[in-house]
């Protein structure tokens, strides 16, 4: 069955800490890569996105995440995290041409004043 | 504001009840989705509507009736629920399918507790 795996339910760190969040799935061919963020009492927004090209996407509040084909990793990262962005972070994958957007568990972080 | 509109935001409702929820894009897109979301459980997919045509639907009970009247407006009439069922439910939208666009636009989620 097709599924998104996040490696860490709850991640706590201190402000300029640096962040990385896993994301594995598995679906074959052809995917598309999203990361969301929710934070407390908000609703779901994107945080950026891959479709295809360079395989390192920047996306907004100085987040990035890499997309290794081989290993169907999509992780995200932030060189130094602050207090604000204590959210959830939600992988998410769906096949090319396809509705069907599947989605991790979701990786609570929160950072520390 | 997320282009996407949820009504009611939040929904108390015995078992035996019928009620509904809505959903309303205002972003021009032409597929709506339904997802449950409940604690430490990845979103479920419930529903996905492109062009007014149910496109999935993820071995939901029927005890969920989703309604599509037009590209804009998507309902989930719910009746008989189960204390299971209370969860925030997610509506969101897109423009296409995966190909170039497939991001998702989500409204703040109707809180549904059934008693």
């Known amino acids: 069955a097709q599924s998104v795996s996040q490696h860490n339910h709850h991640v706590i760190l201190s402000e300029a800490a640096s962040l990385e969040l896993g994301c594995n799935y598995s679906?074959?061919?052809?995917?598309?890569l999203f990361w969301y963020v929710q934070y407390p009492g908000q609703h779901l927004q994107l945080l950026l996105k891959y479709f295809s090209g360079d395989p390192l996407v920047k996306g907004i509040k100085g987040f990035e995440a890499e997309f290794i084909k081989s290993k169907f990793s999509f992780n995200l990262r932030k060189p130094s995290v602050q207090w604000s962005d204590t959210a959830e972070y939600f992988c998410a994958v769906n096949r090319y041409n396809n509705n069907d957007m599947r989605f991790g568990a979701g990786t609570r972080l929160t950072v520390k004043p | 504001e997320t282009g996407v509109t949820q009504t009611p935001r939040h929904l108390v409702m015995g078992m035996t009840n019928k009620k509904s929820l809505k959903c309303e894009q205002h972003?021009?897109?032409?597929?709506m989705y339904w997802y449950k979301q409940s604690a430490k459980k990845p979103l479920e997919l419930m529903f996905v509507?492109?062009?007014?045509?149910?496109?999935e639907n993820n071995s939901v009970p029927s005890r969920f009736s989703p309604e599509c009247p037009n590209s804009s407006h998507l309902f989930l009439h719910l009746h008989t629920l189960q204390p299971e069922d209370s969860a925030l439910y997610l509506c969101?939208?897109?423009?296409?399918?995966?190909?170039?666009?497939?991001?998702?636009?989500f409204g703040e989620g109707s809180r549904l507790t059934v008693l």
């Open positions: 679906y074959g061919g052809t995917v598309n």
């Open positions: 969101a939208s897109s423009q296409g399918g995966g190909g170039a666009h497939g991001e998702l636009f």
């Open positions: 509507y492109s062009l007014e045509e149910r496109v």
């Open positions: 972003l021009g897109h032409n597929a």
